[in-house]
């Protein structure tokens, strides 16, 4: 089994910050990549940033400059720092990670969502 669980939501004015954790556990052989995806009411959820194990970043581009991420490798967590929160940034927050179990098997997990919401 492997879990992904989210902490760091709530709500927030306008131009402030939250940070986002996710922690992976269980049966887990290695992560390739970590993420962070956003769904809005009546909207796809779309990928928000990622990281590889590496450190290679990628950014959407509506956060770049706003939204940190960052990963422990040791401890198979990813944070994402967001700064310059707008109520447009207001959605539920999932937890993404591109990982190989033990018994070799390899997939997409997601966290169970966080929410974020941004008020004008």
């Known amino acids: 089994q492997v879990q992904l669980v989210e902490s760091g939501g709530g709500l927030v004015q306008a131009g402030g910050s939250l940070r986002l954790s996710c922690a992976a556990s269980?049966?887990?052989?290695?992560?390739?990549?970590m993420g962070w995806y956003r769904q809005a009411p009546g909207k796809q959820r779309e990928l928000v940033a990622s990281?590889?194990?590496?450190?290679?970043?990628n950014y959407a581009d509506s956060v770049k400059g706003r939204f940190t991420i960052s990963r422990d490798n040791a401890k198979n967590t990813v944070s994402l720092q967001m700064s310059s929160l707008k109520p447009e940034d207001t959605a539920v927050y999932y937890c993404?990670?591109?990982?190989?179990?033990?018994?070799?098997?390899?997939?997409?997990?997601w966290g169970q969502g966080t929410q974020v919401t941004v008020a004008s």
């Open positions: 993404n990670a591109d990982l190989t179990r033990r018994n070799y098997y390899r997939g997409d997990y």
């Open positions: 990281i590889t194990s590496g450190g290679s970043t």
């Open positions: 269980g049966s887990i052989l290695s992560i390739n990549s």
